[in-house]
């Protein structure tokens, strides 16, 4: 009943083609923003922006990252945690290597190095497809897993291939504080997601939506395959770099090759279906449903006072979680923002569907 | 031989309406031979298409029409044979150089994207005229969204022209198989190209849809002055609206010319009637 459109005419196509074109979704996101802006600094406490509201920012912009290349452009990757990989290193090397660099540039350098190999790792995708092509780029991920165990280069020369960053700082504000931890990934969070927003309903997005759907007919009205496709690998391993970044810098500290491990490429391309392909939402939704919901579940038990064991409630919440997954597989094999979609639809209509 | 050509494109010229006037030959296919491994899909196939005109090909399942449109827009490579669009000879040739050049086609089974809406579909349509950069799309900044306003007006255009306004937002997936159809004919009318591939336009329609298509084929003909190079089982909407018409079999040309020389050309009679034996 609130949710409706009426009486909002579009006098131009400029208000026709705004990112939220209905009022209400307007207020809803601006509201959003301001909680996560204002409300949630104020009231959060330390374990919920360590131990959920941080790794959930920075998953889901490695979700957006990933949904760029398999929602938008349709080229499936599992070496996502490879391009995670090489984002945090190359940002490592760029930040100890030289000196003064500050944050943003470390980590905007790091995003860059991951595009450099992620286009490199994505020229198979102009002659293979699918599961063929999962395959190649299951490579980049057992490449880097390796490049970085092994090439004493990459980690300064530290023998157990652990590094760590310290004392971060941006223009002179430092980035210690789970707070400053949390506004910094929000703040780099929303310009990502603006600007892939930005991308996908422009020229280029329909380039590699067109690329998705049908190839050869894209390639007749005159997209070149080639070009559609590196640019979404590159788009792709950018955002998924500096996820990686700020995984490795912010989230974690110090690191070791394995928190980017081929588990983690498959973490992300499950939010990325869960939460739905081809749509910006869906990385938020998926990140949500992936991080979030173990939690809920490892919680709710406790809330209701019912004693379980550690042990037991690891268990239980491994096989709901996976339930879960399949279940909402089944119900809509296009995610949540698809249900998402579909409520909003409803919502439009309600209480009187006629 | 040239004489005969002429002959026919003085005859089409005559027949043609109103302000259309067909002129010189801006596609000629010579000798155009094409096999996958040991299937010969075309054998030594000569024709051309004349500017403004409507051409169509015309033969039974399996005559190698459809090969012929890949051919003249880049997806197949022929082994043997010349191709000369206005005047040039084209070497290696990729579809969307052909897009790029000013060919655009549909599809016999429909090729639309099927995630996006109708306006987007159309829009890409007009990608090649696009011209900002990548950097500039992600900011979404002034000279972006002037550009996407002023091809929005042109697709709205378009959508106007083939009547679909009610259904721009809806994604193409649901549509039914005549306004797919009609979609498809805006994203390639969308790239305002001067030669036009139609593969089986009317296909799977019934006859208000027809004359529908018909009358939109014939408008972009005759407003635009787009060359048409058209696929179609109908006799009876290839028979009116074409200019000449040129016929295949088995991968061979059987017969040339205007509708009334084809529909009386011995040999088109037997491949669609059959011989007694």
Known sequence: ML????????????????????????????????????????????????????????????????NILVGYCGQISLGTGAFMAVGAYGAYNFLVRIDGMPLIAAMLLGGLSATVIGVLFGIPSLRIKGLYLAMAT????????????????????????????????????????????????????????????????????????????????????????????????AVSSFIVGVAGVLWAF??????????????????LLFMVIIGGLGSIMGAFFGAAFIIVLPILLDQVPQWFGIPLSTATTSHLVHMIFGALIVFFLIVEPHGLAKLWSIGKQKLRLWPFPH | MMMNDMAVAAQAAASASGGRRIGDVVLDLQNISLRFGGVKALTDISFNVREHEIRSIIGPNGA????????????????????????????????????????????????????????????????????????????????VQKEEIAHREKVEEIIDFLEIQSVRKTPVGQLPYGLQKRVELGRALAAEPTMLLLDEPMAGMNVEEKQDMCRFILDVNDQFGTTIVLIEHDMGVVMDISDRVVVLDYGKKIGDGAPDEVRNNEDVIRAYLGTSH
């Open chain 1, 138 to 233: 299951l490579a980049a991920q057992f490449f880097t897993d390796w490049a970085f165990l092994r090439i004493g280069w990459f980690t300064n020369n530290s023998t157990s291939g652990s590094v760590s960053v310290a004392k971060l700082n941006v223009f002179g504000l430092p980035i210690e504080s789970p707070v400053a931890k949390y506004l910094f990934c929000l703040v780099v969070v929303c310009v990502f997601a603006l600007m892939a927003k930005n991308l996908t309903r422009s020229a280029i997005g329909r380039q590699w939506m067109a690329i998705r759907d049908m190839d050869v007919a894209a390639a007749v009205i005159g997209i070149r395959p080639m070009y559609a496709k590196l640019t979404a690998f």
């Open chain 1, 3 to 66: 949710y409706r459109e009426n009486g909002q005419f579009k006098t131009s196509y400029a208000a026709d083609q705004q990112i939220f074109p209905i009022l209400q979704d307007r207020v809803a996101i601006g509201a959003l923003l301001a909680i996560a802006f204002v409300i949630v600094p104020m009231f959060g406490s330390e374990y919920i922006f360590r131990a959920i509201l941080i790794p959930f920012l920075i998953l889901a912009l490695a979700a957006l990252g990933l």
């Open chain 2, 64 to 143: 190698g029409k459809s090969s012929m449109l890949n051919v003249i827009n880049g997806v197949y490579h022929p082994q043997e044979g010349r191709i000369l669009f206005r005047g040039q000879e084209r070497r290696k040739m990729e579809p969307h150089m052909a897009a790029t050049q000013g060919i655009a086609r549909t599809f016999q089974n429909i090729a639309l994207f099927k995630g996006m809406s109708v306006l987007d579909n159309i829009m890409t349509g007009r990608n090649l005229k696009m011209k900002s950069n990548i950097f500039q799309q992600a900011l979404y900044w002034g000279a």
């Open chain 1, 250 to 267: 912010i989230h974690l500290g110090a690191w070791e090759p394995a928190a980017f491990s081929i588990d983690r490429s498959f973490q």
